[in-house]
């Protein structure tokens, strides 16, 4: 009984080596040895076949967290091999040592996809990672088992029906498991402060803090679970309160402590740094909205233009088109990346404050259609702008040059606290620093201004555009040196060197912009702005 096993379980070297070894060697005696057990003594996965077959297989793998279910098809469909296997780094390598380049190797995207993916990217054999939302055939069936999952799988492949996924390199996907630990603390937070709402809810104690949680809020619960202040609280939920307070403070330690982790990761990589440099030039994106947006973008050449991003985050708008039926618009898709979709959406509501012409997008689009509606297309619009920013390596026209630097240097600081060393940053040197550092001017409230002024001129001119565009071809045109229909050309550092230039001379600029800016005299910060009412 074991001579057969041996040599339907074995290669047929081993198994020769085996039963020569323990069955037919003078003075040998069969062992009891179990099917299972030979089957795990270094079985093979793929059938042998001849040097000179260079016919294609396709593998379809059903990974699982304990055994996985491989299913290898042939060129005409026709099934040559099934096998159930432990999910171990051991047999993973086994079966990338038995592949060839004719193979084709299938798979969802789990929990520990693409480390198995890296295992067996060291054949040669093509992997296609597929995305389990789109693979329907697999998910509707009535009759489902491991063993189908896998030959469908194969099936999908040999046809070359399967939604493929970009499998991200090693730097985006350790970013992305940082940003969903740190995602899962704030989830946790909230938990927390909910609860703690709840229990104030419930005794019918009101408060006046606008912040619960800022420094008064923190102090006033404090009190109530010392007893000093006094509220109509049940001894319990005063217990409560104090150890959901303790845990609060666990979670704000952690929480600083992954962030410091996301800085010193990013900038001890040169392109991680630069990418987030070029990020942080953008009113309302800090550290967690660029290394969340890094991290859910990757590789930025993968995507063709700034509509694909768009779309990749789901921030476009639904369309429905068949036959001679016109075009419907709906709302948008939300397919995606849902976590960068969300991160554009609060970077929205920050940059649709800053001067510029996103602002005069959100005050057009908000007067027809509501701030919901024009907050969403100021978040389409960041995502193309992340897209130009990272493809063509530019800080955004309109930043605020002080502010920039002052993002990036917090960045700087917590990965310092975090490793104990010196980080160097990454910010390319910005062009218009000589308009605004070299005109005698001092201060950084001064400079912020003249940008400030100069993004409100911009503003201005992207309105008039605007109304140029819906007047028609024939539209008047707008005088001042910058062409309307080009309204993605107006020349930024022109705009701060005019200005900057006024300010150094005492003449007064902005006048159509709420008041006028005039210079008014030297201290020890150097040039000061007053604003007249």
């Not at 987030?276 to 990757?298: E, K």
């Not at 992340?386 to 530019?394: A, I, M």
């Amino acid at each position: 009984m074991i001579v057969p096993a041996a040599r339907a379980y074995l290669r047929p070297d081993l198994a020769s080596m085996f039963v020569a070894r323990f069955c037919e060697a003078p003075g040998g005696f069969p062992l009891p040895l179990p099917i299972s057990l030979l089957r795990r003594l270094t079985m093979t996965f793929l059938p042998p076949r001849s040097p000179d077959d260079l016919s294609p297989r396709y593998l379809g793998l059903d990974l699982a967290k304990r055994e996985s279910q491989l299913a290898v098809l042939q060129a005409d469909g026709q099934l040559i091999a099934s096998r159930r296997f432990s999910t171990s780094r051991a047999n993973i390598t086994q079966l990338a040592s038995e592949l060839t380049a004719q193979d084709v190797v299938a798979f969802e995207v789990t929990t520990n996809s693409y480390p198995i993916a890296r295992l067996i990217s060291s054949s040669p054999a093509r992997i296609i990672l597929s995305n389990p939302i789109k693979t329907r055939t697999i998910a509707e069936a009535k009759i489902k088992t491991d063993k189908i999952d896998a030959r469908v799988l194969a099936e999908l492949a040999r046809a070359n029906y399967l939604p493929a996924v970009w499998m991200p390199d090693p730097d985006t996907e350790a970013l992305r498991h940082l940003f969903c630990d740190r995602r899962s603390l704030v989830d946790r937070r909230t938990e927390l402060k909910n609860t703690l709402h709840s229990i104030l809810h419930r005794n019918l104690i009101s408060y006046e803090f606008k912040d619960l949680f800022g420094k008064a809020g923190r102090l006033w619960l404090e009190n109530i679970c010392s007893g000093q202040t006094s509220v109509d609280c049940d001894a319990l939920d005063r217990l409560r309160l104090r150890a959901l307070l303790v845990e609060l403070d666990r979670l704000e330690a952690s929480l600083c402590d992954v962030e410091g982790v996301i800085a010193a990761f990013i900038t001890e990589r040169a392109h991680l740094r630069a990418n987030l440099d070029r990020l942080l030039s953008i009113p309302g994106v800090n550290l967690v909205v660029g290394a969340g947006l890094l991290a859910a973008i990757g590789d930025i050449t993968r995507f063709a233009s700034a509509k694909r991003l768009a779309s990749y985050f789901g921030l476009v708008p639904s369309t429905y088109q068949s036959g001679d039926t016109r075009a419907r618009h709906g709302r948008i898709t939300k397919k995606g990346r849902s976590e960068a979709r969300w991160l554009a959406v609060e970077a929205a509501e920050h940059l649709r404050k800053a001067p510029g012409p996103l602002r005069a997008l959100f005050t057009r689009v908000s007067k027809k259609r509501g701030h919901n509606v024009a907050v969403v297309a100021v978040a389409r619009k960041l995502a193309e702008l992340v897209w130009h920013l990272l493809t063509k390596q530019q800080d955004y026209l309109y930043e605020k040059p002080h502010r920039s630097m002052d993002k990036r240097s917090n960045v700087r600081k917590l990965a310092r606290r975090k490793t104990n060393r010196v980080q160097q940053s990454a910010a390319p040197v910005w062009e218009g620093r000589p308009v605004l550092y070299g005109s005698g001017l001092a201060g950084k409230s001064v400079k912020g201004k003249i940008a400030k002024l100069a993004a409100q001129e911009a503003e201005a001119i992207y309105e008039a555009v605007v109304t140029s565009q819906k007047s028609g071809p024939g539209g008047e045109h707008i005088t001042g040196g910058f062409d309307p229909r080009r309204p993605t050309q107006i020349d930024w550092h022109e705009l701060l060197s005019v200005f900057a230039e006024k300010v150094a001379q005492g003449q007064t600029v902005g006048a159509g912009f709420g008041g006028r800016v005039r210079k008014e005299g030297a201290s020890k910060r150097g040039t000061r702005l007053r604003r007249d009412q």
